[in-house]
T-cell receptor, first 113, second 115 residues
Framework: AQSVTQLDSHVSVSEGTPVLLRCNYSSSYSPSLFWYVQHPNKGLQLLLK??????LVKGINGFEAEFKKSETSFHLTKPSAHMSDAAEYFC???????????FGTGTSLTVIP | ETGVTQTPRHLVMGMTNKKSLKCEQH?????MYWYKQSAKKPLELMFVYSLEERVENNSVPSRFSPECPNSSHLFLHLHTLQPEDSALYLC??????????????FGPGTRLTVL
């Protein structure tokens, strides 16, 4: 069975400082992992995805994530937070068929000016 | 814009009403999804359609009835809902490959309130 755990429900950072949003996964298979972002009153937007190629994945808006099989983690990072990064972030794992997507409970990121 | 539109954006209905949510994708995708997003809960996948056939139904109550007349349109028909059904309903589409690597493109959602 697949599942994800987002370890922090809220993260607060100052503008210009690094961002770390943590995600651990559980999967019976070699997983596909995604990070999505949701701004207020908007749908979800894909930031990046891991599909068993390079373990360091670069996404949009300066975000990247590293797949670490030994730690079953897929943490999202950004070197320098921007005010526009304030949003809800979701870590997702899919089953091998692509018919099931398992979402974490989300991490709300606040960026302090 | 992601290429996935949803109407209406907001809906208030009584428990005895019948209403429908509409989703349309302009991306040429072959799979569409309905999700329920409630406060403080993970997104719940409700229905999956691939090539206009339902492939997944995650034990959703029968008061929710999906319809996929073609690969571009998806409906969610609602009847005799309960207040706990109040949530944001999100539609998504993807180009399904059957190997779990698909990127989903989400619509903005319909905010449903059941009185």
């Amino acid at each position: 069975a697949q599942s994800v755990t987002q370890l922090d429900s809220h993260v607060s950072v100052s503008e210009g400082t690094p961002v770390l949003l943590r995600c651990n996964y559980s999967s019976s298979y070699s997983p596909s992992l995604f990070w999505y972002v949701q701004h207020p009153n908007k749908g979800l937007q894909l930031l990046l995805k891991y599909t068993s190629a390079a373990t360091l994945v670069k996404g949009i808006n300066g975000f990247e994530a590293e797949f670490k099989k030994s730690e079953t983690s897929f943490h999202l990072t950004k070197p320098s937070a921007h005010m526009s990064d304030a949003a809800e972030y979701f870590c997702v794992v899919s089953d091998p068929t692509g018919n099931q997507f398992y979402f974490g409970t989300g991490t709300s990121l606040t960026v302090i000016p | 814009e992601t290429g996935v539109t949803q109407t209406p954006r907001h809906l208030v209905m009584g428990m005895t009403n019948k209403k429908s949510l509409k989703c349309e994708q302009h991306l040429g995708h072959n799979a569409m999804y309905w999700y329920k997003q409630s406060a403080k809960k993970p997104l719940e996948l409700m229905f999956v359609y691939s090539l206009e056939e339902r492939v997944e139904n995650n034990s959703v109550p029968s008061r929710f009835s999906p319809e996929c007349p073609n690969s571009s349109h998806l409906f969610l028909h609602l009847h005799t809902l309960q207040p706990e059904d109040s949530a944001l309903y999100l539609c998504a589409s993807s180009q399904a490959t059957g190997i779990g690597t698909d990127t989903q493109y989400f619509g903005p959602g319909t905010r449903l309130t059941v009185l």
